[in-house]
Nanobody
Framework: QVRLVESGGGSVQAGGSLRLSCAVSGYMNNNRCMGWFRQAPGKERERVAGVNVDAGATYHIDSVKGRFAIFQDIAKNTVDLEMSSLKPEDTAMYYC????????????????????????WGQGTQVTVST
């Protein structure tokens, strides 16, 4: 069983920055993919970014490209989401999730892995961006 614990959320003004971190129990390279998702009130969960743990290839959705970046540190068993130029529409609960190693990674940053492949989830960390 993989345990994921997110940290780093908070409240910032538009244009500000935050760095979210996800601590992964066990060996991170036992997982195929790591991803960050978000869900705003009344909206569906949205994939934000992903990384293939072995290859290091990353994926970011268009709305965060150039502003967010996913980083993995296998030695520290962490995967971070660096967020800058934050906008009010980035306000959401942010979740870290993992695809286990027995599943294949589909595409750079596992962008084609369905959400159902992400079997392990953290409890989430809230990001609030005010105008």
């Amino acid at each position: 069983q993989v345990r994921l614990v997110e940290s780093g959320g908070g409240s910032v003004q538009a244009g500000g920055s935050l760095r979210l971190s996800c601590a992964v129990s066990g060996y991170m390279n036992n997982n195929r993919c790591m991803g960050w998702f978000r869900q705003a009130p009344g909206k569906e969960r949205e994939r934000v970014a992903g990384v293939n743990v072995d290859a290091g290839a990353t994926y970011h959705i268009d709305s965060v490209k150039g502003r967010f970046a996913i980083f993995q540190d296998i030695a520290k068993n962490t995967v971070d989401l660096e967020m800058s130029s934050l906008k009010p529409e980035d306000t959401a609960m942010y979740y870290c999730a993992a695809v286990p190693g027995h599943l294949a990674g589909l595409g750079p940053g596992c962008q084609f892995n369905p959400v159902t492949h992400f079997l392990y989830w953290g409890q989430g960390t809230q990001v609030t961006v005010s105008t």
